[in-house]
């Protein structure tokens, strides 16, 4: 890029888009980028701004929100359209005599247009902020959400722990006495156990069919 480049284009920051050359470039040489904070501040909508779907953007109703005249963004349009349709070797002093008599054809002053053209950057680029600062909210309010689920999912999990190994000691607490009593059991013997289990109503027999550790009913 020449020096007479950037310089004209340093007049007219705000105006217009920083290229991806020229952020390439920047970056080759080490340059800073672009000083942002001599920008205006952005303008407001009149309106209700609309969404961007899978980022298909409304530009009408985005123009429309920050009160742009509608025929004035026609005429821009149909401009557009007529230097889209200019031979794409055209010189560009002749692109812009032949789109200045056009306009001047239909009574449109060269400054309206140039205005216009302004005030739909301006639109987009307060769009742009617009859009930035409600993600940051919703990025915000989600992180705040994730750390709160988070944190719930690791006390559940704690809990968990904590039951599992509570359970496990039951377990082992219980085994331990079942072993104790065991003892006791076997003090007096096999038959002499068997006899008692299978005489009382209280107790069920192990080997008796359908008991559990017993045969299967028939």
Request: with cysteine; proline share 6%.
């Amino acid at each position: 890029m020449t020096d007479g480049k950037r310089g004209w284009g340093g007049t007219v920051l705000g105006w217009f888009v920083v290229r991806d050359e020229q952020d390439a470039e920047a970056t080759e040489t080490g340059a800073d980028a672009p000083d942002t904070g001599s920008l205006p501040p952005a303008v407001e909508p009149l309106g209700e701004l609309p969404d961007a779907p899978d980022g298909v953007v409304d530009f009408e109703a985005v123009f429309g929100a920050f009160g742009i005249d509608a025929e004035a963004r026609d005429r821009l349009a149909k401009a557009d359209g007529l230097l889209k349709s200019l031979p794409a070797g055209t010189d560009a002093t002749v692109k812009r005599q032949i789109v200045e008599a056009s306009l001047k054809a239909f009574g449109v002053p060269v400054e309206q247009m140039i205005e216009t053209a302004c005030e739909e950057i301006q639109a987009l680029d307060a769009y742009q902020r617009k859009a930035g600062a409600n993600l940051q909210a919703f990025s915000d309010a989600a992180g705040q959400r994730v750390a709160t689920l988070e944190a719930e999912i690791r006390s559940i999990r704690a809990s968990l722990d904590k039951e599992v190994q509570n359970q496990k000691k039951t377990l082992e607490a219980c085994n331990q006495k079942k072993l104790e009593v065991q003892q006791v059991l076997e003090f007096f013997g096999p038959e002499a156990v068997g006899r008692i289990v299978r005489a009382s109503p209280k107790l069920i027999d192990p080997s008796a069919p359908g008991a559990a550790g017993g045969p299967p009913a028939k």
